[in-house]
């Protein structure tokens, strides 16, 4: 029995071969007939139709293609700035260590330079520990018997007067400061000569005690070691006066000295191991 359809691939053959033909007549007729045609006519209008259309969309796309890139660009940018942050934060530990580093070389230096200006025999040490209530004003120093440390050995700095050695292991040592309440030193007026006992107080303040009450001393004096009791060089600056009283029957003044010394910034200090009899820290004044 004979195919009435012809086979589905020789159809289509058919439809293209016909699809062409009439695309070649639509355009042979496109270019023979003028502006006013009926091609050039359709042409025209189904352009005005679409126009707006295609205008619209291509808005939307457009406005979708540059959220879009707004949107990658903020993540760039933030990503940017997290980076930027970390940069910042790494160059301002830098920086704060450099800072850290040149000024206790600066200290290391003032150190060396008063040691070297010394005819004491000095070990230099580190405070690694401080005393936690206002009780008892005690350091803890990085140097200890396996370095020649011995108890009641004298610690300066170049202000003068820090305190004395009360407690030694073999690699730290602890230190009275002078402004401990149970601390007491053997001290002078430069000024006037006269002796006494500075001795410390509760909240940090030293007290000048045993001046009589016919001194001449001032606020302004300084006081520094007497050297009595061989504890101490003679000469060392421990204060100055800042301020005198007395009652009619007190037997000795009232007085306040402040410290030659910032405790709360004391970080490097000498612990003296040896000292002769002459007193290179004190000053011509007075002689």
């Known amino acids: 029995m004979p195919l009435l359809y012809p086979p589905r691939k020789r159809l289509n053959q058919i439809i293209l071969v016909v699809l ?9 007729l496109h270019h023979k007939e003028g502006e006013e045609g009926f091609l050039h006519r359709t042409q025209g209008f189904v ?5 707006p259309l295609q205008s619209g969309v291509s ?4 406005s979708f293609r540059h959220g879009w890139g707004y949107i990658f660009e903020l993540g760039q940018l933030r990503e940017e700035n997290r980076q930027l942050r970390r940069e910042v934060a790494e160059f301002r530990r830098e920086l704060i260590s450099l800072r850290g580093m040149e000024r206790e070389n600066r200290r290391l230096r ?3 330079g008063f040691k070297e200006k010394l005819e004491y025999r000095t070990i230099p040490a580190h405070v690694i520990g401080k005393s936690p209530t206002e009780w008892q004003s005690t350091i803890i120093f990085d140097r200890g018997s396996a370095d020649g440390v011995a108890k009641d050995m004298p610690v300066v700095v170049e202000e003068g007067l820090v305190g004395r050695v009360i407690e030694v292991a073999s690699h730290a040592t602890q230190v009275q400061l002078i402004t401990d309440r149970k601390s007491g030193v053997a001290a002078q007026i430069l000024r006037t000569g006269e002796t006494g006992v500075v001795e410390g107080q509760i909240g940090g ?10 001194s001449s001393v001032k606020k302004g004096d300084i ?3 007497s ?23 007190d037997l000795y003044k009232r007085i306040k000295v402040k410290s030659v010394v910032d405790f709360s910034r004391l970080e490097e200090v000498l612990i003296i191991t040896d000292f002769p009899l002459t007193p290179p820290f004190a000053s011509s004044e007075g002689r």
């Open 47 to 51: 352009t005005n139709l679409i126009s």
């Open 59 to 62: 808005r939307v796309v457009n």
């Open 205 to 214: 303040e030293l007290g000048l005690q045993f001046i009589p009450k016919d």
């Open 223 to 225: 006081i520094i070691t």
């Open 20 to 28: 062409i033909l009439l695309s070649i007549a639509i355009i042979t």
């Open 227 to 249: 050297g009595l009791g061989g504890v101490f060089p003679k000469g060392v600056p421990i204060g100055k006066v800042v301020e005198v009283k007395g009652r009619t029957h």
């Open 110 to 112: 003032k150190l060396v």
